[in-house]
């Protein structure tokens, strides 16, 4: 009777659905020729279907305009082009709940609350990264997100005053969307805790912002971050800054800082901030043991982003496929190395029209943004995820 070994992959995000198809194309077919062994890929995660959350700032003002049934789709629709690969192909509805590296065994807790083991004979961690609102990232479920989407929809639309923290690009586009979208019918104030927008940018391109964005009505506080908020007696919200001064909207919305999903490790297996502690060049967990892996923004091998993960993925694949393939006694191609390339890279729309955004360090002209994200948020883009469109070739 021949062995088991489950590929495992913790998340079915941006990371893990990539690395999952990645596998599913250029790792499974190959190690269908073992005999003594069947290999099986297990993906983990508490939503069963994948957001495209990169359009979240438009969301947030309009559902109508980002439906649902475009954004949300189910997690392992993707995988029924893998014909051939069916049964060896598993999803578990559930987070993950600690990892045990001696046993080489993952727990889980599922959607309906009860606990599972699953032991591993290969893993990725690709857990990513949580905001601080259901806005803006998967806390969960995906109908938590939906829910909290069309409330923020109902509350816009009557809203007299909208308040934003965190100058960075989720910031600056949602009060790009905001502002767009209710055309002066709503005071924006945007908090920035930087003296400066988008710090990943040179700071004539945050000054571009700032004028786009108050074009369209959005006023912006420098220096100061919010230490709290509070709903009052009358459901609005009281806002509390660190230079001890508070502020009163009938919206906030969080849109400042990341935290990693990783508090099912042990300390050993985390870095600074708590992301996984990965080998910046291998995208091995070195500390985990053998053919234990990180993918995307969890792995805080660079600045995280799509754009940086569709350099990582390539090397993660390589190194997965070179390390199975010998220990099966396939012949296994090279090792590769990821370098880290902090080069100014960012595309940040406000509104459809409009925006800021560099490549490599190239300045991007605004109707260059507009055609690259503003229009619909690289939408027609998702199949290169939720399908693997992107990892055609290895």
Same mark, same amino acid.
């Given at each position: +009777?021949?062995?088991?070994r489950?590929?495992?992959?913790?998340?079915?995000?941006?990371?893990?659905?990539?690395?999952?198809?990645?596998?599913?194309?250029?790792?499974?077919p190959?190690?269908?020729?073992?005999?003594?062994?069947?290999?099986?890929?297990?993906?983990?995660?508490?939503?069963?279907?994948?957001?495209?959350?990169?359009?979240?700032?438009?969301?947030?003002?309009?559902?109508?305009?980002?439906?649902?049934?475009?954004?949300?789709?189910?997690?392992?629709d993707?995988?029924?082009?893998?014909?051939?690969?069916?049964?060896?192909?598993?999803?578990?509805?559930?987070?993950?709940?600690?990892?045990?590296?001696?046993?080489?065994?993952?727990?889980?807790?599922?959607?309906?609350?009860?606990?599972?083991?699953?032991?591993?004979y290969?893993?990725?961690?690709?857990?990513?990264?949580?905001?601080?609102?259901?806005?803006?990232?998967?806390?969960?479920?995906?109908?938590?997100?939906?829910?909290?989407?069309?409330?923020?929809?109902? %509350?816009?639309?009557?809203?007299?005053?909208?308040?934003?923290?965190?100058?960075?690009?989720?910031?600056?586009?949602?009060?790009?969307?905001?502002?767009?979208?209710?055309?002066?019918?709503?005071?924006?104030?945007?908090?920035?805790?930087?003296?400066?927008?988008?710090?990943?940018?040179?700071?004539?391109?945050?000054?571009?912002?700032?004028?786009?964005?108050?074009?369209?009505?959005?006023s912006?506080?420098?220096?100061?971050?919010?230490?709290?908020?509070?709903?009052?007696? &009358?459901?609005?919200?009281?806002? %509390?800054?660190?230079?001890?001064?508070?502020?009163?909207?009938d919206?906030?919305?969080?849109?400042?800082?990341?935290?990693?999903?990783?508090?099912?490790?042990?300390?050993?297996?985390?870095?600074?901030?708590?992301?996984?502690?990965?080998?910046?060049?291998?995208?091995?967990?070195?500390?985990?043991?053998?053919?234990?892996?990180?993918?995307? &923004?969890?792995?805080?091998?660079?600045?995280?982003?799509?754009?940086?993960?569709?350099?990582?993925?390539?090397?993660?694949?390589?190194?997965?496929?070179?390390?199975?393939?010998? &220990?099966?006694?396939?012949?296994a191609g090279?090792?590769?190395?990821?370098?880290? %390339?902090?080069?100014?890279?960012?595309?940040?729309?406000?509104?459809?029209?409009?925006?800021?955004?560099?490549?490599?360090?190239?300045?991007?002209?605004?109707?260059?943004?507009?055609?690259?994200?503003?229009?619909?948020? +690289?939408?027609?883009?998702?199949?290169?995820?939720?399908?693997?469109?992107?990892?055609?070739?290895?």
């Open positions: +009777m021949s062995e088991t489950n590929i495992v992959i913790l998340g079915s995000s941006f990371a893990g659905l990539s690395a999952a198809h990645y596998t599913a194309k250029h790792v499974l190959k190690l269908q020729q073992v005999k003594d062994a069947k290999y099986e890929l297990h993906l983990v995660d508490p939503s069963d279907h994948f957001w495209w959350h990169i359009g979240a700032p438009r969301e947030i003002v309009s559902v109508k305009e980002m439906k649902h049934r475009d954004c949300f789709v189910p997690t392992m993707g995988f029924k082009q893998y014909s051939s690969l069916k049964d060896s192909i598993k999803f578990h509805h559930g987070s993950a709940a600690g990892l045990d590296v001696e046993t080489r065994t993952v727990s889980i807790t599922t959607h309906e609350g009860a606990s599972e083991s699953l032991g591993y290969a893993l990725v961690i690709a857990t990513g990264v949580r905001s601080p609102t259901p806005l803006t990232t998967l806390q969960g479920h995906y109908t938590i997100s939906t829910k909290a989407l069309d409330e923020m929809n109902d %509350k816009l639309a009557s809203a007299k005053e909208v308040i934003i923290s965190g100058g960075g690009p989720v910031g600056v586009e949602t009060a790009g969307e905001i502002g767009t979208h209710l055309q002066g019918k709503v005071k924006i104030t945007l908090i920035a805790g930087s003296d400066k927008l988008l710090p990943v940018l040179r700071k004539s391109l945050s000054d571009k912002a700032q004028k786009q964005l108050e074009k369209v009505g959005v912006i506080i420098y220096g100061a971050k919010v230490t709290s908020s509070e709903q009052t007696a &009358d459901g609005k919200t009281e806002v %509390k800054l660190d230079n001890g001064k508070s502020m009163t909207t919206v906030y919305i969080p849109a400042f800082g990341v935290q990693p999903n990783t508090e099912f490790l042990s300390d050993n297996l985390k870095g600074k901030g708590g992301y996984v502690e990965t080998n910046s060049q291998t995208l091995r967990v070195d500390a985990a043991g053998p053919r234990v892996y990180a993918a995307g &923004d969890v792995s805080a091998v660079d600045l995280g982003g799509v754009l940086n993960m569709y350099t990582s993925i390539p090397v993660l694949g390589a190194n997965i496929s070179h390390d199975l393939f010998a &220990d099966a006694g396939l012949s090279p090792e590769k190395t990821y370098t880290r %390339k902090d080069a100014e890279t960012q595309v940040v729309p406000v509104g459809a029209k409009t925006g800021v955004g560099a490549f490599n360090g190239w300045q991007l002209p605004a109707f260059a943004v507009s055609m690259i994200k503003g229009k619909d948020y +690289m939408l027609k883009n998702m199949g290169d995820i939720t399908e693997g469109k992107k990892w055609v070739k290895a």
